[in-house]
């Protein structure tokens, strides 16, 4: 009896192990550096107090990696994530514990290509003259979900910087704050190209009994495409809050623009301009 047979290739299952790794650069820097592959970085910190950084990533076959940072043994300027391809998360939360952040302290975060997640969560006061929190976020080619949340309060000075670019493709970008500014907020907001949602909120609770003066300087762009563009501003009531508040938008972009009370300086919605591509998170500068 014969029976027909054909040889066949039977393909293995994808083995590819997503891992990222954590160095340290010369100047401080914890440095988190994924693959092409879906990866993932969380970094819990508490700057006073305990002074602690906790961080936990997708390692090699499969496995958690946690890292427990003692910022009196171990003292980081900060740190730089760069992800790469895939569609990966990054998530930071810096929890309030009582104590007031009274040293400078940056993020340097590279998505990537890839449909990629991001989640701030700063909550601990800022304090000091001096004392800078630098936030810089690319979110590279892909469709991204940014969300900042600031809701700590920021004294004595103290500066908190930096600029949100969600890059390529149609992003979501949320950027909220809230708290005393006894200091300056700078931040820039880009939506880059595609068709991008970008929504920006910014609210001074300065008490007009207290001796408080604070400055926000907000730059919301779109950029090239079809945007929603968001930026609200108000303070308390008798409150001293000096703002340079500026959307860039074209005709094309749906545009919601209300500074609120307690907000003093220029404030405008720009027409359409001469579109240039941002890019100012570059890693290699940093570390």
């Known amino acids: 009896m014969r029976t027909n047979f054909k040889p066949t290739l039977d393909l293995l299952e994808d083995r590819t192990v997503p891992a990222v790794t954590l160095t340290f650069s010369a100047n401080g820097y914890a440095v988190f550096t994924g693959d092409s592959s879906k990866d993932w970085v969380k970094i819990d910190a508490s700057l006073d107090g305990d002074r602690l950084l906790t961080a936990q990533w ?5 496995v958690t990696k946690t890292a427990v940072l003692d910022l009196d043994e171990t003292p980081i300027a900060g740190a730089v994530v760069n992800l ?3 569609d990966d998360i990054f998530i930071f939360r810096n929890l309030d514990d009582g ?6 302290f940056g993020l340097w975060v590279d998505m990537g290509n890839g449909n990629d997640r991001v989640i701030v969560a700063q909550n601990q006061n800022i304090e000091g003259e001096g ?8 979110g590279g080619s892909g469709r991204d979900n940014i969300n900042v949340q600031f809701a700590g309060n920021l004294l004595g000075g103290a500066t908190l910087t930096g600029t949100i670019d969600g890059g390529a493709h ?10 005393i500014v006894d200091g300056t907020v700078a931040l820039n907001i880009f939506g880059s190209h595609g068709n991008d949602t970008i929504r920006s909120s910014f609210f001074a609770t300065n008490p007009e009994d207290e001796d408080f003066f604070g400055s926000v300087r907000v730059n919301v762009d779109g950029g090239s495409g079809y945007n929603s563009l968001t930026l609200l501003a108000s303070a308390d009531e008798g409150a001293v809050v000096d703002a340079a508040l500026n959307i860039y938008a074209s005709s094309r972009d749906g545009v919601y623009f209300t500074p609120g009370v307690g907000i003093h300086g220029p404030v405008k919605a720009s027409n359409w301009h001469p579109f240039a591509f941002h890019n100012f998170v570059t890693i290699p500068s940093v570390i």
């Open 58 to 62: 997708n390692g090699k076959n499969g």
């Open 131 to 138: 004392t800078v929190a630098t936030l810089n976020i690319q």
């Open 84 to 86: 790469k391809g895939g």
């Open 99 to 104: 104590f007031a952040v009274e040293q400078s």
């Open 170 to 179: 149609d992003d979501n970008i949320l950027v909220a704050q809230s708290g």
